[in-house]
């Protein structure tokens, strides 16, 4: 993977970083001027539903729910929740990411095989990271809390993902439970069955697609950025809430832009690759089991914002299946 593929990566990352209530960062785009962010829109706006999170899709009886979320916790999810409660509690299904199976099983291949977060054998990453490289993770770890003799041992993939939230929202990072975590708590409440919609070990899967240079170059890329993480992840937040998380993966796509010794068509190509990767597949694979459920009775469906919008985002894809879409007030 390039260094553009890495930045893609990271624009994924974003989306499931908290923005807590002790991080002050600011709003990139308030910084920009008026025609980038005009530029920025309209390259997401080019996408099919590039703006909302909240939709309901409908094919004769069959009715789908569907709030694209933000992973992790922040007070702006308390209307939301309230606006989607009756969707969830009349559901026959609650449809997840991960639900508390998919959970519970990844908690127990973790335990089995701390391989999958840990360098258990061969060369810590102390010894694999250039010098520079490594003496800027061990800084930047050290600052989310993270001992030097630990962040050594961590796997690549997993220290990217640390390294997407900001030393400032790691304290509250112990139980978060973001908007997916909430509607999983109301349909338990109201004893609605909650299923997950992939496999419990997608999240490896994915990783596992990417060779040990390609995890190096997204370490880079996100040590690059790492003295505005709580910018981006203002930025995000503010984005999300306003219903246009598309607007972030194009923000990096144009960072990427910038890079020396790339066209904009590699550029694009290796962006290409990435929502392949991180969203499209999945997607695909996620419509039948959502048709499925929906055959059965009406079905609330949470996950990623960024799963919604784009030619195979879950909404357009449910479109081609023959379903009606429409957006749902906040």
Not at 89 to 107: C, H, I, K, M
Not at 128 to 150: C, K
Not at 218 to 228: C, E, F, G, H, W
Request: aromatic share 8%; proline share 7%.
């Amino acid at each position: 993977m390039t260094r553009l593929l890495a930045l893609a990566a990271l624009a994924f990352c974003l989306l499931a970083a908290p923005l807590l209530a002790q991080c002050n960062g600011r709003n990139l785009f308030e910084e920009m001027p008026p025609e980038k962010v005009a530029a920025l829109t309209a390259a997401a706006d080019a996408v099919p539903f590039p703006r909302g999170n909240l939709w309901r899709a409908t094919r004769g009886q069959e009715v789908i729910t569907i709030a694209g979320t933000y992973h992790f916790d922040d007070p702006r999810h308390a209307p939301t929740l309230a606006a989607i409660r009756p969707a969830i509690e009349s559901a026959t299904t609650v449809l997840v990411e991960a639900g508390p199976e998919e959970q519970r099983a990844l908690q127990d291949l973790i335990a089995r095989e701390p391989g999958r977060m840990m360098i258990t054998d061969g060369p810590s990453l102390l010894e694999q990271l250039p010098p520079d490289v490594w003496s800027d993770l061990s800084a930047a770890l050290a600052l989310r809390g993270i001992p030097g003799f630990m962040a050594a041992k961590l796997q690549p993939w997993y220290v990217a993902v640390l390294l997407s939230m900001p030393p400032c929202a790691m304290a509250q990072m112990k139980d978060p439970k973001g908007l997916d975590g909430m509607v999983i708590e109301t349909a338990a409440a109201a004893g609605v069955p909650v299923r997950g919609l992939e496999p419990f070990d997608t999240v490896f899967r994915i990783f596992d697609a990417m060779n040990h240079d390609e995890m190096v170059a997204m370490i880079q890329s996100t040590l690059a950025v790492d003295d505005r993480s709580e910018d981006y992840h203002a930025t995000l937040a503010d984005s999300y809430f306003a219903g246009e998380s598309r607007i972030i993966w194009e923000y990096m796509r144009d960072v990427s832009y910038g890079l020396p010794g790339y066209t904009r068509e590699e550029v694009d190509a290796d962006f290409a690759r990435m929502e392949e990767l991180l969203m499209n597949s999945r997607n695909r694979r996620w419509i039948s089991v959502l048709t499925a459920a929906a055959a059965e009775g009406p079905v609330f469906a949470a996950f990623g914002a960024l799963h919604l919008s784009g030619e195979e985002g879950v909404l357009n894809l449910l479109q081609r299946e023959g379903f009606t879409v429409e957006q749902l007030a906040a």
